[in-house]
């Protein structure tokens, strides 16, 4: 099992998008079943661009990050799906 980090030359949304998503496969593949409920329950450490990533695992987004990004309306943009699913992926989130 490899360990989740962050890739370091990427912008800081796709950054987070990314250990996001490692991570959630890890929880997966160490309880499948979602039967640990102290699993959840992680410590994360972090400085500078390590602690902003860091941050918005736990944190949750809202539609305050697309809102800095664009006026308009997610669902309203017209984007190609595989975009539009990066766009959400990085902008919305909850721990």
Same mark, same amino acid.
């Given at each position: 099992?490899?360990?989740? &980090?962050?890739?370091?030359?990427?912008?800081?949304?796709?950054? /987070?998008?990314?250990?996001?998503?490692?991570?959630?496969?890890?929880?997966?593949?160490?309880?499948?079943? &979602? /039967?640990?409920? &102290?699993?959840?329950?992680?410590?994360?450490?972090?400085?500078?661009?390590?602690?902003?990533?860091?941050?918005?695992?736990?944190?949750?987004?809202?539609?305050?990050?697309?809102? /800095?990004?664009?006026?308009?309306?997610?669902?309203?943009?017209?984007?190609?799906?595989?975009?539009?699913?990066?766009?959400?992926? /990085?902008?919305?989130?909850?721990?």
């Amino acid at each position: 099992m490899s360990k989740p &980090e962050y890739p370091t030359g990427e912008p800081f949304l796709q950054s /987070a998008s990314i250990l996001r998503h490692q991570l959630q496969q890890l929880h997966h593949q160490v309880d499948p079943y &979602e /039967a640990d409920d &102290e699993l959840s329950e992680a410590v994360f450490v972090g400085r500078s661009m390590g602690g902003l990533i860091s941050k918005m695992q736990v944190t949750e987004s809202e539609n305050d990050i697309w809102n /800095a990004i664009s006026k308009g309306r997610f669902d309203e943009v017209v984007l190609e799906s595989s975009v539009r699913r990066k766009m959400a992926e /990085a902008s919305f989130f909850q721990p």
